[in-house]
């Protein structure tokens, strides 16, 4: 027997609807910048306690980190992208 499909969502769930935790982080090699979200960063163990993952820079394999003094903003769109 085939499963139902279920209609589409007219509206998002309320905690898809919030607002996203974006952090900057900066290769320590090359200097490249990308905003990388919350669901990424915790997704992975800390460099440090309570610090930040270390991640892999796409555009040269270098290290990717979060500088504390960089702030995290909040926003619902990717900041990565420039309409």
């Not at 499963?3 to 919030?18: A, H, T």
Request: charged fraction near 25%; charge should be negative.
């Amino acid at each position: 027997m085939m499963k139902k499909q279920e209609p589409p969502l007219e509206e998002l769930p309320p905690w898809l609807d919030e607002p996203s935790e974006w952090f900057k982080y900066l290769c320590r090699s090359c200097n490249y910048t990308e905003w990388v979200q919350d669901i990424v960063v915790y997704g992975f163990p800390p460099e440090k306690p309570k610090g930040t993952p270390v991640l892999d820079c796409r555009e040269c394999g270098g290290e990717l980190a979060h500088p504390p003094s960089e702030p995290v903003i909040l926003s619902k769109t990717d900041p990565n992208v420039v309409p």
